[in-house]
């Protein structure tokens, strides 16, 4: 066990490009890590890594060996996979990422419901609005909201869903309905972006006359968490893009009204993707189609019914 560990630990070093991440990912301390990436290169004779003071870089050694310990391990967790489907109750933990709007409303109050129902499972829930690399950080799954790419992950598609601009009564007041796209440049309202570090531009893609096209907004507030829009816009500070499911109480009530409704966005995609296989794992499987059957149920109770202009 303790080699496989060492094998655990040094395909999430080379990976995430570093001790201290890998560490992190395996929940341990750096000292942990670098002792058992000692280890193995004793144990094989070979450096895997060189070690600057900046950077931690595989040694041709170590990318030929990556290969074939990634193999191995994957060779393990199959037959690991392969007895537990023979068992009556899956077991072993599920790492699962999503989104904050996704994983706050959704997710987390269903985890629990899936361990009442299967006891021996684990599940390490990460919630993020950032792009998740699945394979890089070692993960069974992520729910991705969003327009999907090509990619060589397995995609289950849960819903697609509307979107649409708004902003408060408050906000409209102020500063006035725009109509369309146009009008948010024109009358240059202030926009709240969602926008994560490294971002150079942030343009909305909405529909014209002549088909979607991108608009350079711009505005005074942004963050890389969606429930901060969300409060912001309630406070009467901008326009924000939104999913009309993660909202729809607000329109319910009227606190968020619909705006340049002339130019809506494109609907965006709800789905799951996963390595294809992970997905040969019980656990994961069971994980995937228990979540896949709340969302649609939890999607389907929170249609929006948008409160007109009050006056």
Known sequence: MAYIRNLKMFIRVYEL??????ARDQR???AVASSRIADLEKHLGVRLFNRTTRALQPTENGKLFYEGAK???DAIEDAEAAIASTGTSPRGTIFVAAPLG????????????FKDRYPQTD??????????????????MTFHLGLLEDSNLKVRMI???????CASPDYIARRGMPEDAQALLRDKHDCLLLRFPGAREFRWTLQTPDGPRKFAVSGPFESDDGDVLTAWALDGRGIMMKPEFEIAEHLASGALMPVATASPPLPIQLACLAQ????RDPKVQLFTDFMVAHIKDQLARSTPAPAGPTG
């Open 159 to 165: 819903a697609e869903c509307p979107r649409l601009l």
């Open 17 to 22: 490009g570093g001790m201290s991440a890998a």
């Open 28 to 30: 341990t301390s750096p």
């Open 71 to 73: 193999r191995v391990l």
């Open 123 to 140: 599940v390490r829930l990460r919630l993020s609005d950032r792009a998740i690399d699945v394979t890089a950080e070692g993960l069974d």
């Open 276 to 279: 294809h296989r992970r997905l």
């Open 102 to 113: 996704i994983g706050r409303r959704f997710i987390a109050p269903a985890v629990p419901l």
